[in-house]
């Protein structure tokens, strides 16, 4: 977060930026890099900030080329704002935000992506090319138009995730999509939480008829917090039930499954967004609407056309805990039923079952010890499996004691990369992994 800081300049040009940046390495300033500060709490604790660097007058569309469905837009652009535009061409950038007021710049760094990851991927995977401004005041430009790289690196894919701590990007090229004729969510409500993708008993085939139990441990207990690598261990059934109705719906092609589960209420949310030809979405949706009444009786299944109101919200709001978890769909009942041990009703998850990408939210008061020791088992747990569980928000009083990214296979490149893109570490010091 960023708070106290001496100075605040707007640039409304690529030059301004670098005369900014610039008289900062001049005088030895750090540069915090802010657009909308949706996600100013997200991340470490800042170093002490001379410079707020905020990109809200870097906006507008550079470059729109609909028949080549590319489009070049300045970085401070809210990214709804974007939306607009392109549609009146009949066409859509398939990212999305947490937060209505997100730059395109910010929804970048930060490394959002929302609902729609599941088919068209995040950011970075939609990102050709990419203007910034390095430490040094210079314009570095790769990709898109270019098609070159500078030093060997993709660049692009440098600066989304990295919170400001590399440069400055100032435009951003995207591949586009074309706006769906159709679209339909199909919702499941009321979902008993005891039979969320988590069948006690389940063979590979499926569900069994007896009963259930909340996404979690199986009862033979063959994976425990702090046991390494464990959570994909094709063994326990509730993880391939969880995978069995997943592969069912991945059937018809959805566009996103997310999922609204935990806090007080006893029942929890499943969403399936269908995309395409009104002909083609109709019958998809009613095979889901199908599915699901099938595989989570009691349920109330229901095909609508607009997505629920919690559709891509986090589940936390400001002050509060809000985790990351990036987890191989064959762990996420195992993790999420280790969190729900520890947290009960206090927790609240949200996000993708279909990419293994959730979000969850604790409130400001949650003890920092018992967040701690369940960060330590969840992160134990993953060990080997490629997934993470990251803290990107807490209160001061609880961030600062704990460890927020876990281990990261990839650190000392990362600080290799900062000191030769950064070497004086004048940008956001302090708030990616590893104090960069």
């Known amino acids: 977060m960023v708070t106290g800081a001496a100075s605040i300049v707007r640039p409304a040009d690529v030059a301004g930026v670098v005369d900014a940046v610039r008289a900062a390495a001049t005088d030895s300033r750090t540069v915090a890099i802010q657009g909308a500060g949706t996600k100013a709490a997200w991340g470490g604790r800042l170093a002490a900030v001379d410079v707020v660097l905020a990109t809200t007058a870097l906006t507008g569309v550079v470059a729109h080329e609909p028949g080549d469905r590319v489009v070049t837009v300045r970085s401070g652009t809210p990214l709804r704002e974007l939306q607009e535009t392109l549609a009146a061409s009949g066409q859509r950038l398939c990212v999305e935000s947490g937060y209505a007021d997100a730059t395109i710049g910010g929804v970048l760094a930060s490394g959002e992506a929302g609902p729609l990851r599941l088919r068209y991927g995040s950011g970075r995977d939609l990102l050709i090319g990419v203007e910034f401004v390095r430490a040094d005041g210079v314009v570095a430009r790769s990709g ?138 109709t019958a998809r949706a009613r095979a889901v609407q199908t599915l699901l009444a099938r595989r989570l009786p009691g349920a109330d299944v229901a095909v609508v056309t607009r997505p629920p109101t919690w559709w891509g919200r986090y589940p936390f709001a400001g002050g509060e805990v809000g985790l990351k978890l990036a987890l191989p769909v064959s762990a996420v009942p195992a993790v999420l039923g280790t969190l729900h041990e520890r947290f009960g009703p206090r927790l609240a998850v949200r996000g993708s079952l279909g990419s293994g990408v959730l979000y969850a939210g604790l409130p400001a008061d949650v003890d920092a010890g018992v967040l701690a020791a369940a960060l330590a088992g969840v992160r134990a747990g993953l060990a080997g499996t490629g997934g993470s569980c990251v803290v990107v928000t807490a209160p001061p009083s609880i961030r600062d004691g704990l460890d927020l990214w876990g281990e990261v296979a990839g650190l000392s490149l990362m600080r290799r990369l900062k000191a030769q893109f950064d070497p004086a570490g004048r940008f956001a010091a302090g708030r990616f992994v590893g104090g960069l």
């Open 144 to 281: 898109g138009r270019v098609v070159k790289n500078v030093a060997g690196y993709d660049l692009g894919r440098l600066l989304c995730g990295s919170y400001g701590t590399v440069g400055v990007i100032t435009t951003a090229t995207f591949r586009l999509h074309p706006l769906p004729a159709a679209s339909a969510w199909v919702v499941a409500t009321g979902v008993r939480k005891d039979a969320f993708l988590s069948p006690v008993g389940a063979s590979a085939g499926g569900p069994s008829p007896g009963g259930a139990s909340w996404p979690g441990p199986s009862p033979g207990g063959e994976w425990r917090p702090g046991q390494p690598g464990a959570l994909t261990d094709g063994s326990d059934a509730s993880r391939r039930a969880a995978i069995a109705v997943l592969a069912d719906i991945a059937t018809v092609a959805p566009s996103a499954v997310e999922s609204n589960l935990g806090g007080p209420e006893d029942t929890g949310e499943l969403a399936v967004l269908v995309e395409g030809s009104p002909a083609g979405v």
